[in-house]
């Protein structure tokens, strides 16, 4: 049960600090936002590739968000042009 309620606690960390990031952005370098949707993909996939890591599927929505990021980012790019 406390597993459940931690996992919980990351997961709304990690996804309430993706959203304080793409709102603070916008006046931020769409390169910028794109390296750090990158880097959380990187960091996702290397924790779902750990055998010894069991977060129940977390590390998979930690690597959706930053592929969302990185659409943001490239969607930002688009614009400015």
């Given at each position: 049960?406390?597993?459940?309620?931690?996992?919980?606690?990351?997961?709304?960390?990690?996804?309430?600090?993706?959203?304080?990031?793409?709102?603070?952005?916008?006046?931020?370098?769409?390169?910028?936002?794109?390296?750090?949707?990158?880097?959380?993909?990187?960091?996702?996939?290397?924790?779902?590739?750990?055998?010894?890591s069991?977060?129940?599927?977390?590390?998979?929505?930690?690597?959706?968000?930053?592929?969302?990021?990185?659409?943001?980012?490239?969607?930002?790019?688009?614009?400015?042009k």
């Amino acid at each position: 049960m406390t597993r459940i309620i931690v996992l919980l606690f990351m997961l709304l960390f990690v996804s309430g600090s993706i959203i304080f990031i793409v709102s603070k952005s916008k006046s931020k370098s769409t390169i910028n936002l794109m390296i750090l949707g990158i880097e959380i993909t990187l960091v996702g996939g290397i924790i779902a590739i750990d055998p010894n890591s069991n977060l129940g599927g977390i590390e998979y929505i930690i690597i959706f968000l930053g592929l969302i990021l990185n659409i943001i980012g490239f969607s930002n790019a688009n614009q400015d042009k």
